[in-house]
């Protein structure tokens, strides 16, 4: 028998096979609940007849479990996007009247291609190549564990097929007159969010929005002239003292004033006290960029302290080590070099 919920407006399939009750909710349409009785009696009348009946487990089960690893395992920004990725999974196989891990197949990776390209992203455009081809891994990586941990016992799926993705173009940094009048516009800031500091911070320091907004007051090291970024709020998971000029440790020793005075342990909080988020952060900072009609993002301050530093002269293996980058590769992704520093010359020591 299938039913509607009218609360929730999903269907629910409630059988019986051979005396022994058998009841489901949350299908999206009844032809998805019809489908799934069905194949339930069929794998009756297999067993009946003694034939192979195939792993017949959800594809939903394998999701939540292979999610319920990844929260434990993974770093959390990691699980969050494949928390996402798998829930665009759950509604296209929804939406398709895919159940069982066993019905996948190369046409559903295939037509799952022609449906998302129909979404919108958050940003209101087309959902990219690099996210479909994201989606893409995370199913190919939840099906492989399931594999590994004996959860399923046949895999029906192909190594995806990646979407050709364009090739990013030349790095992005601010220079000194954009960085003058970011800096300017962010004085303005009046809802004490901060974003004068944070911008300061994060240009002179090259650290990552996420670890600005995880910073307490003993991580900063007065005495050393240095930031302690731990190893729990660093991306790699590793230790990293990343050292401070003069006018960081003014914005430092403002912040920790502040922080102290409203008895709290984190140094960038919002106007109601919390800890400062990276989505409010950026938010604020992309508003901040579009009233100046510069076109850049918020992760464009650690590309800019990478840049000036190497120009400056830093040794690059002290700057690759200061902002937490162990191969050349990532680093060349960030670093750009000025037409004039490119120009200049050095004179041979011959």
């Known amino acids: 028998m299938i039913k509607h919920n009218k609360k929730d407006k999903t269907w629910i399939a409630d059988i019986r096979i051979k005396e022994k009750r058998i009841r489901k909710k949350g299908f999206l349409s ?16 297999k067993k009946d007849a003694g034939l192979e009946v195939k792993d017949d487990i959800e594809i939903q089960e394998v999701f ?12 959390p920004k990691t699980a969050k996007r494949e928390d996402s ?32 390209k129909f979404f919108l992203s958050s940003r209101g455009s087309e959902v990219s190549n690099r996210t479909i081809n994201i989606d893409l891994e995370v199913l190919y990586r939840c099906i492989n564990w399931a594999m590994d941990e004996k959860i399923l016992s046949i895999n029906t799926l192909r190594t995806p097929k990646k979407l050709k993705q364009a090739r990013p173009g030349l790095p992005r940094y601010f220079s000194l007159e954009e960085i003058a009048k970011i800096s300017e516009e962010a004085k303005k800031d009046t809802k004490k969010t901060f974003l004068w500091e944070a911008f300061q911070i994060l240009i002179r320091t090259g650290i990552r929005a996420g670890e600005l907004c995880s910073l307490i007051i003993a991580d900063v ?28 440790k003014e914005i430092f020793e403002k912040m920790i004033q502040l922080a102290r005075g409203n008895n ?15 989505d409010n952060l950026t938010r604020r900072f992309s508003g901040l960029l579009k009233n100046l009609r510069i076109d850049a993002n918020l992760h464009v301050c650690r590309k800019t302290f990478i840049s000036w530093r190497i120009m400056a002269g830093c040794d690059p293996v002290k700057v690759m080590a200061w902002v937490g980058h162990s191969e050349w590769a990532t680093m060349k992704r960030y670093m750009a070099l000025s037409p004039k520093y490119l120009e200049s010359s050095e004179t041979m020591p011959y």
Request: with cysteine; proline share 2%; charged share 30%.
């Open 30 to 45: 009844k032809e998805i609940a019809e489908s799934w009785v069905l194949q339930k009696r069929l794998k009756s009348q």
């Open 264 to 278: 709290r342990n984190y140094l960038f909080c919002t106007h109601s006290g919390e800890r400062q988020t990276v």
């Open 64 to 75: 939540r479990k292979y999610l319920e690893n990844s929260k434990r395992y993974k770093k």
């Open 85 to 116: 990725s798998l829930g665009i999974w759950k509604r296209y196989f929804s939406e398709n009247g895919i159940i069982y891990a066993y019905e996948l197949s190369e046409s559903s990776t295939g037509n799952f291609i022609a449906w998302r």
């Open 221 to 248: 090291d007065f005495f050393r002239k240095a930031l302690i970024v731990r190893p729990e709020i660093s991306k790699a998971g590793m230790l990293r003292i990343v050292p401070i000029d003069d006018n960081t």
